[in-house]
Each structure stands twice: as C-alpha cells, then as structure tokens.
Nanobody, 124 residues
C-alpha cells in the first residue's frame, strides 16, 4: 500500500502561484502514473492533471491547461503541481492519487491510492 501526503496549499490572491507537492511512502510510485484531483465545496471531485510513470506524458483538464504543470521526481518519490495565474474558481481541496497498475497507460489510469488533500483558497 502506498501512502500519499500532500503539502503546499494555502491562501493566495488571484493571479498568484502555488506549488503543491505529493510525497509517497510505503511503496515506490516510480512505476505508477500519478494524478492530481480537486474537490470544491458542494461539487464532485474532478480531474486536474496526470503524469505517466516515466514523466514522459502529461494530461490536463481544459480548465487548467496552460496554467498548471505536473511533474515528478522518481528518485525522491514525489509528484508536484505548479499552479500559476490562479483564479478564484481554482479554490478547492487538492488530492494526489496513484494508479493501481504499474507501468500502465496513464490514459486509462485507475487511481486507487489517495492522499488526504491540501486546501487551496484563491481570493479575488
């Protein structure tokens, strides 16, 4: 079982930046696709971004494309989400997740391990 812990959330003004980090323990995540999701109050959890196990492929929700960048450091067992030009509608709890499969196709990732989330609040 892999344990995931998110950090880096906080309060920022619109137009600002934050960098979220996800640290894994228990098992390496270097062989798994990783993703970031978010959930705003009263809304369902939604996909934000994901990255292949090698880091060679990335995918983004249309709402964050061009503003957010997902990256990973397999040597450190971490995955980051750089968020620029933040908007009030980005306010949510952000969650890191790991694919159940190893060396899987990130387009078909089945995320089975989740962190507890970190809160991002963007003021207007």
């Amino acid at each position: 079982q892999v344990q995931l812990v998110e950090s880096g959330g906080g309060l920022v003004q619109a137009g600002g930046s934050l960098r979220l980090s996800c640290a894994a323990s228990g098992r390496t995540i270097s062989q798994r696709a990783m993703g970031w999701f978010r959930q705003a109050p009263g809304k369902e959890r939604e996909f934000v971004a994901k990255i292949s196990w090698s880091g060679g492929s990335t995918y983004y929700a249309d709402s964050v494309k061009g503003r957010f960048t997902i990256s990973r450091d397999n040597a450190k067992n971490t995955v980051d989400l750089q968020m620029n030009n933040l908007k009030p509608e980005d306010t949510a709890a952000y969650y890191c997740a790991a694919d159940r499969a190893t060396f899987g196709n990130p387009a078909r990732a089945d995320f089975g391990s989740w962190g507890r989330g970190t809160q991002v609040t963007v003021s207007s």
